[in-house]
């Protein structure tokens, strides 16, 4: 990986980590979800990145995938736990990191086991370390502490313009999964903990949406063509949400439509908002690495 390189992916993670404190000082019972949303996205551009996708508040239940809608009138709450996840990228390279903020002190312990069980990844994950022993460690860690893991969320490879290259590092320990760390990679390590079931479902909300990977060629109106147009030039790849597109189409019932048509027809790629099985509250904690080739740099650490 070339130094320029590595620079991007450090100037992304520096404005990442610097947001991320600031999103934890927000989070308090009472305060609007949308505030904190587009504080965090507002904060990354003032410190000159972008954000890489919209910023996630997930409460509770909900494991993750919830941005503020345009209008959303949800408050964060007086009681559990409450997940910002944040993305940023400088030309394209990405940072990715989230914290988890406990209403009140009784949450401490689920905070602390996915909370360690990403501090001990990162001790030991180095160049070409498996990825099925980095899920085992975070799943031994996480059951230790009493919780479940959840095990079909997880780390990922990132690319430029991607925030999912393709690889996952599962949660949960699978003893054929293949894959290592690879000098010249940047990979997502997140662990999910739980006290429900350890598993995450599809809600039927959806509020993040991408640009498909694989595009047919599709009949469309003149509207849903100038709206794609705009959303490949400004995003490429990368995650998007209708409050980021009220510029184009005012009308937000209007916007939802074409929205929603793009992806019944293959065109988007949508993200529903995931909710944790049992019913159980989730926490989660997340950093960026770059491995390279003698060693590993944590770009989303203070
Ligand atoms: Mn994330
Ligand atoms: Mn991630």
Redesign the pocket.
């Known amino acids: 990986m070339e130094q320029v390189e590595v620079e991007k992916l450090l100037r992304a993670g520096e404005i990442a980590a610097r947001v991320r404190e600031e999103a934890e000082r927000l989070v308090k019972p009472g305060v609007p979800v949308i505030e904190i949303c587009e504080t965090v996205e507002r904060r990354i551009r003032e410190l000159g990145g972008e954000p890489a996708f919209p910023c996630n508040v997930s409460i509770n239940q909900v494991a993750a995938h919830y941005t503020s809608p345009i209008g959303d009138e949800s408050l964060i709450p007086d009681e559990g736990v409450v997940k910002v996840?944040i993305?940023v990228h400088v030309d394209g390279y990405i940072a990715?990191?989230?914290t988890t903020i406990a209403l009140s002190p009784r949450y401490e312990g689920l905070l602390d086991a996915a909370r360690e069980a990403l501090e001990r990844a990162l001790e030991f994950i180095k160049p070409g370390t498996p990825f099925k022993a980095v899920s085992r460690l975070i799943e031994d860690v996480i059951r230790r502490k009493g919780y479940r893991p959840i095990g079909n969320l997880g780390?990922?490879s990132?690319g430029r313009y991607r925030?999912?290259a393709g690889e996952s590092i599962p949660n949960s320990y699978e003893p054929f999964l293949p894959g290592s760390f690879k000098p010249g990679r940047v990979y997502?390590i997140?662990p999910f903990a739980t006290n429900g079931k350890g598993v995450a479902v599809d809600a039927p909300e959806v509020y993040i949406y991408a640009l498909s990977q694989s595009r047919l060629r599709r009949r469309m109106k003149d509207a849903e063509k100038k709206l794609l147009a705009v959303i490949a030039s400004r995003y490429r790849t990368l995650p998007f949400t209708e409050r980021w597109l009220s510029d184009v189409v005012g009308d937000v019932e209007q916007l939802r439509r074409i929205l929603k048509r793009l992806s019944k027809i293959g065109m988007l790629t949508s993200y529903p908002v995931l909710v944790e099985a049992g019913r159980g509250l989730v926490s989660q904690f997340?950093h960026?690495i770059v491995v390279l080739e003698k060693e590993v740099l944590v770009t989303t650490r203070r």
Do not use: R, V, W
Request: without cysteine.
């Open positions: 996840d993305g990715d990191t989230a780390g990922h990132i925030i999912h997502a997140e997340e960026t």
